[in-house]
């Protein structure tokens, strides 16, 4: 992961959360680099608390500098979906989950950290989705894409080698159990050696 290009992109919009009291976390490859096996990736995914007042707002503040589809992100918010917006400068492209209403995505929402994205800049730190919580939304992503993206699978097996004996393990367990992802989770407990 090159962390100061995909901070020039992400820094923007952290702080226009923030401004606009937007709670975001950061999951996704990024997400994923931070706590395990680093790689590169030439977008970032968060995910937002996104209400329906803060929308012209956050475009005003991002349009400058950033392609970003007012009309879409609306949309976005009502079905409670995905948008993207794109970085002009660097072409890094910030994909915007809206938090979705299942108990679940609650819970991992909560369960953010503060964590520093690059060592070079200790002191600057983002909300992260917890490593637990990353493997879980990875997993999910894998079982989507019908089992055949190597950089998910990848991306847990990092986290999980990475972070050995600092998980929670009954918190993966009871909800890749209640999300159907118990196969998957101990495949790849195999497969990471735990």
Same mark, same amino acid.
């Given at each position: 992961?090159? !962390?100061?290009?995909?901070?020039?992109?992400?820094?923007? $919009?952290? *702080? !226009?959360?923030?401004?606009?009291?937007? %709670?975001?976390?950061?999951?996704?490859?990024?997400?994923?680099?931070?706590?395990?096996?680093? +790689? @590169?990736?030439?977008?970032?995914?968060?995910?937002?608390?996104?209400?329906?007042?803060?929308?012209?707002?956050?475009?005003?503040?991002?349009?400058? @500098?950033?392609?970003?589809?007012?009309? *879409?992100?609306?949309?976005?918010? +009502?079905?409670? %979906?995905?948008?993207?917006?794109?970085?002009?400068?660097?072409?890094?492209? $910030?994909?915007?989950?809206? &938090?979705?209403?299942?108990?679940?995505? *609650?819970?991992?929402?909560?369960?953010? *950290?503060?964590?520093? /994205?690059?060592?070079?800049?200790?002191?600057?730190?983002?909300?992260?989705? %917890?490593?637990?919580?990353?493997? /879980?939304?990875? &997993?999910?992503?894998?079982?989507?894409?019908?089992?055949?993206?190597?950089?998910?699978?990848?991306?847990?097996?990092?986290? &999980?080698?990475?972070?050995?004996?600092?998980?929670?393990?009954?918190?993966?367990?009871?909800?890749?159990?209640? &999300?159907?992802?118990?196969?998957?989770?101990?495949?790849?407990?195999?497969?990471?050696?735990?």
């Amino acid at each position: 992961m090159n !962390a100061p290009v995909i901070l020039q992109a992400l820094d923007p $919009v952290v *702080r !226009a959360f923030q401004e606009l009291g937007i %709670s975001y976390h950061i999951g996704g490859s990024v997400a994923s680099s931070a706590y395990g096996i680093a +790689r @590169a990736t030439l977008d970032v995914d968060l995910v937002a608390d996104l209400p329906e007042h803060r929308i012209g707002p956050l475009v005003q503040r991002l349009q400058e @500098a950033f392609y970003i589809d007012e009309d *879409r992100v609306r949309d976005a918010v +009502r079905r409670r %979906s995905s948008f993207n917006i794109i970085h002009l400068e660097s072409m890094i492209k $910030v994909d915007v989950f809206v &938090l979705k209403g299942r108990p679940y995505d *609650r819970i991992a929402f909560a369960r953010g *950290r503060m964590e520093c /994205i690059d060592e070079a800049q200790p002191g600057q730190e983002y909300k992260i989705a %917890s490593p637990e919580d990353v493997i /879980i939304s990875k &997993l999910d992503w894998f079982r989507q894409g019908e089992g055949v993206s190597e950089r998910q699978w990848n991306d847990v097996l990092g986290i &999980l080698k990475v972070q050995r004996g600092s998980l929670d393990m009954q918190y993966l367990d009871q909800w890749a159990g209640e &999300l159907g992802l118990s196969d998957l989770l101990q495949k790849a407990m195999l497969d990471g050696g735990l």
